[in-house]
């Protein structure tokens, strides 16, 4: 019997190889094109260990005189662009989405669960079926290309999500806790940000981490609404590279491991935030 | 004595009614702004030919847009590319994702290792993704042709993105590396919060692991691998970043789906009409599929 467990293990064990393969060999391939001379990357056969690994590609896309293409020099203005919006993002749904979402799964109003349904829905409308109107609005306010109508715009998608998570995480607060407080004669107000808050903590580094992560990762309205680098992100530069120049190919691996690297680091220190978000909300792809 | 209370409870909720609406006041403003008015606005335009930049051409062309995509082969060889995305790559992140997932509730040695390992994958940027996978697939020095040509598999190097079919599997193999963490983490999520009573019992029964698995647990995992499958389905059907990045929708047009042929007619010529048409129709789908998910949500709730 235990040799049959052990053998059974064993077995689970070798299957647990391919997994990691196919999860690690993109990514190791990535980040060793990315410590490589352009030289020996395009040599035949392969190179898979560098010989001479180099970070050069990386200070060469930090010390803006020395990179060779125009993507390459503005990467570090475009990668504080990324923060910015992604920052603000993130700010004002944890402040605008806890309002409402504690209204929402707390006070007794009107029209509430069909508030809360409709909100949902709206997380549904694909990016695509906004981008028209939001173009127009945009190029008439003269808010093309500034980082102000991306935060705007990323509120289309975050927003919703955010009242979403927010509010599943504030149904599990106890009732109780508040009811004294209401008994007190606390305000709303006051009960969300001294008591709910609070007790949701967890809950809310969860939302944060997940806006800023969608914020991260969108191309969509980056690619429609921003030209220049006044506003141009992360994925944007990205795509130039894959598309304008390419033959810039070490810069644009260096640059792939700086766009891939917040969002990884994030996740894995957070990792514990991360699966109960994925769950609460049932979210992000 | 006993009205008084009665009558302030009253005046506390209708209180209450009014703070709730200043509380959830500046969301649904920005709502409206951002996403109830657009919508609203590409319905409209939808009913209109009009050219982007000359918005005084505009004429009223009611459901017209709508009828000539119907009737254009251009837009059923598109919906047929994107519902072979979407099928081939939801269904290999549900088989994947349930395999692993599975695989992790298991426990083997380093399992704790391979979770942490899933979140990777997931977290690179999609555009990194496909850059990544678009530099591995290169034809001249691109690692897959690397590693196969070594492992003596393939004689020359393959030109992996010049076929249409190839090119679309190949962006789903792309895709299936940055989903498939999702629908494992989720689904070994809800392994985990599974009772233990009835496949120990049904194992104290004689049922081999391979009947557990199939007529226990993955009847109890119904509603996770439902609402995974939804969201999957809403997200893939609208792929375009990858796309976008990978193969720009070539080669011959193999993988423009809807979403990239919505974005070259509205941003490359400019025609907001049909644009606005086809993206709004990507909408009914969404909308579609949010009702399925929305009902699969409050039946979850409902039977806790």
Known sequence: MSRKKTLNRAFLFLLTVPVFLFVFMPVAWLVISSISTKAELLSIPIHWIPQRPTLENYTNILTPGTATSEVARSFKVVMRNSFLVAISVTVVCLLVGSLAAYALVRIQFPFRRSLLLGILGTRMIPEISLVIPLYIIATRLKLYDTPWVLIATYLSFSLPFAIWIIASFFESVPVEMEEAAIMDGGSRLRILFNIVIPISAPGMVSTAIFIFLMCWDEFFYALIFTSTIAAKTMPVAIAEFVGRYSTDITAMMAGGVFAALPPVILSLIFQRYIVSGMTAGAVKG | ?304
């Open chain 2, 1 to 304: 004595m006993s009205t008084t209370p009665r009558r302030f409870q009253l005046s506390l909720r209708q209180r209450d009614a009014r703070i709730a609406l200043l509380f959830v006041a500046p969301a649904i403003i920005i709502i409206l702004l951002v996403t109830l008015q657009p919508i609203l606005s590409t319905l409209y335009l939808s009913l209109f030919e009009s050219q982007l930049g000359r918005f005084s051409v505009n004429v009223f062309r009611g459901l017209g847009n709508y009828i000539d995509l119907l009737k254009s082969p251009v837009f059923w060889s598109t919906i047929r590319r994107t519902l072979h995305f979407t099928l081939l790559s939801v269904g290999l992140e549900l088989v994947l994702g349930i395999a692993v997932a599975q695989l992790i509730a298991s426990h083997p040695p380093g399992w704790k290792v391979l979770r942490t390992s899933l979140i990777i994958p997931w977290a690179v940027p999609t555009i990194v993704t496909g850059m990544m996978w678009r530099w591995i697939y290169n034809a001249d020095y691109g690692s897959l042709n690397g590693l196969l040509s070594q492992l003596g598999l393939i004689k020359q190097y393959i030109p992996w993105l010049i076929q249409p079919t190839r090119a679309m599997n190949l962006v789903i193999l792309a895709d299936v590396w940055h989903t498939v963490p999702f629908v494992a983490l989720i689904l070994q999520a809800a392994l985990a919060t599974l009772p233990q009573e009835m496949e120990e019992a049904a194992a104290v029964d004689g049922a081999n692991a391979w009947q557990r698995f199939w007529l226990i647990r993955l009847p109890l995992l119904r509603s996770a691998i439902l609402v995974a499958l939804v969201i999957r389905t809403v997200e893939a059907f609208r792929v375009f970043d990858i796309i976008y990045v990978l193969t720009a929708g070539g080669p011959a047009f193999g993988t423009v789906t809807i979403s990239y042929l919505t974005y070259v007619e509205t941003f490359n010529y400019g025609h907001i009409g049909n644009g606005s048409a086809l993206s709004f129709l990507i909408s009914i789908f969404s909308f579609a599929l949010a009702l399925i998910y929305i009902r699969l949500l409050y039946r979850r709730e409902d039977s806790r």
